[in-house]
């Protein structure tokens, strides 16, 4: 059987843009596998900030093009001439906040040396599936298990079989084949002298690692507290749209909208059960996304009409106004979708605001526990590692910064023979542990805080440390 020098389990952007990084430093003797059946439109519009542009840059400046290329400019989404920005305003509809976030590239690359955009994950997927050969990514193959041999991994999967449900995924992961009565399960392996999990939050690569240790508790991802509620393609009222319009949205595509006070310098209080609502508006359709702390049973079997009914009661309990409850109330039921969401904690403290809805590991013994991201020739990327809820809209772009620092340590490791090195493949990944882990902490804190921030100074520096960086500076330093 072939031993590849790298396989890499998960054909997620951050799976993808590590076996890029590789690829293009030399690395060649890879591959990519990914359970889906077939790469199909799936998923939801994502944020690109500067930080994980400047990783992609770092990985390989073609293919930072062609993402770039493949974004697209929310001007486009305005209902005005004037520059879109995202603002965050109160159930009145006031500005709760003294600075609003703008959607331009430019605006940003202004203030942090490089900018910011949208692009489809799909879309993403796609381009940088598109900068590999075809050959390299391999579809239908489910990673069931993995398995140390001596001086190599052994990586299990199954092929043409029934896709498990995953309760974590942003969309429905179920792919039945055509004449699937027809295809039988078969079992493959492929060996390799690493392997990298980028199989997301869900990951089995991890629940192996962690199984029988004293992590295990931590082997499948929390449930935070909050669960997202959505719906698009509503039409309302004329009434109804021009109030949300010239209430809420004014000249922008987007808003959100916040029952928390206003952000001052000495608003130190943060209420754990705040609720957020985004608006948005394609042309004559509405559509909203709501982040709210529920308990998981009370979501258990809800959807179509009854989890309207709960949205709307909810937004009545904390004071959102009639004409978000009616734009709630007119949403088509098949239209509704609703998510969990969930975090893989980089460190098991009292750091993160957690509401009271959340279900977590909490025993004393673990109160300090840092889960590990590595175990001999094997390394957790991306949400495998790390997942958690998107309120920072840095689950992408945080695992593009992992990308580009693994591509880059397991690239030196061949560069000196040391593929073969269980020393030097140890002391790889422990650097790799020691550098994202605090930016992770930061970037979770500030993630469960859901922008809670004390003062606009304390949101301006938090965008300074995790846009700002010199990412190309700081991953050189480590080889």
């Known amino acids: 059987m072939k031993i590849y020098d790298v396989v890499i389990v998960g054909a997620g952007p951050v799976g993808l843009a590590t076996a890029i990084g590789l690829y293009s430093r030399g690395i060649t003797n890879i591959l990519v596998i990914d359970k889906t059946r077939a790469f199909q439109k799936v998923g939801q519009a994502i944020d690109l900030a500067p930080n994980g542009l400047k990783a992609l840059k770092y990985i390989d400046c073609n293919t930072y093009q062609a993402v770039k290329a493949a974004g697209f400019e929310p001007s486009k989404l305005a209902n005005s001439s004037e520059k879109p920005k995202w603002e965050t305003r109160n159930t009145k509809g006031e500005k709760i906040s003294k600075s609003s976030i703008s959607l331009e590239y430019d605006d940003w690359y202004e203030i942090y040396g490089e900018g910011r955009t949208h692009i489809n994950w799909y879309d993403l997927q796609t381009a940088l599936r598109k900068q590999l050969p075809s050959d390299l990514v391999v579809a239908n193959r489910r990673c069931t298990n993995i398995v140390a041999e001596s001086d190599r991994i052994r990586i299990d999967c199954l092929c043409n079989g029934e896709i498990e449900a995953n309760p974590y995924a942003y969309w429905d992961e179920n792919q039945p084949a055509e004449n699937n009565d027809s295809l039988k399960s078969i079992s493959k392996s492929f060996l390799a002298k690493l392997v990298v999990a980028a199989d997301g939050i869900n990951s089995r690569i991890r629940q192996v690692l962690y199984q029988n240790s004293p992590y295990s508790d931590f082997a499948k991802p929390e449930y935070s507290g909050f669960t997202a509620i959505s719906c698009g393609g509503i039409e309302l009222p004329e009434a109804i749209a021009n109030e949300l319009q010239e209430t809420f949205l004014k000249h922008n595509g987007v808003v959100s909208i916040s029952n928390e006070g206003d952000i001052s310098e000495d608003n130190n209080s943060g209420n754990k059960n705040i609720s957020k609502l985004i608006l948005f508006r394609r042309e004559s359709k509405f559509g909203y996304l709501i982040h709210v702390p529920l308990p998981s049973q009370e979501l258990k079997d809800r959807s179509g009409q009854e989890l309207i009914d709960l949205t709307v009661q ?84 945080q695992g593009l910064e992992d990308a580009a620092v693994i591509s880059t340590l397991i690239a030196d490791l061949a560069k000196h023979n040391d593929l073969d090195n269980t020393d030097a493949i140890s002391a790889a990944f422990l650097k790799y542990e020691r550098l994202r882990r605090p930016m992770m902490q930061i970037v979770q804190e500030a993630t469960m805080k859901r922008y809670l921030f004390s003062s606009e100074r304390e949101l301006q520096d938090y965008s300074k440390q995790v846009y700002a960086r010199n990412l190309e500076e700081i991953i050189t330093a480590l080889v």
């Not at 098949?334 to 750091?351: C, G, Q």
Request: hydrophobic share 40%; proline share 8%; glycine share 4%.
């Open 314 to 397: 909810k937004l009545e309990e904390i004071d959102f106004p009639l004409s978000l409850r009616k734009l709630v109330a007119k949403s088509p039921p098949e239209a509704m979708v609703k998510r969990l969401y969930h975090i893989h904690r980089t460190n098991i403290s009292d750091s993160l605001a957690f509401p009271e809805t959340a279900n977590l590991v909490n025993k004393k013994d673990r109160e300090g526990i840092e889960p590990i991201w590595h175990q001999d020739r094997v390394v957790l990327v991306g949400d495998a590692a790390h997942g958690m809820p998107p309120f920072a809209a840095q689950g992408a772009n």
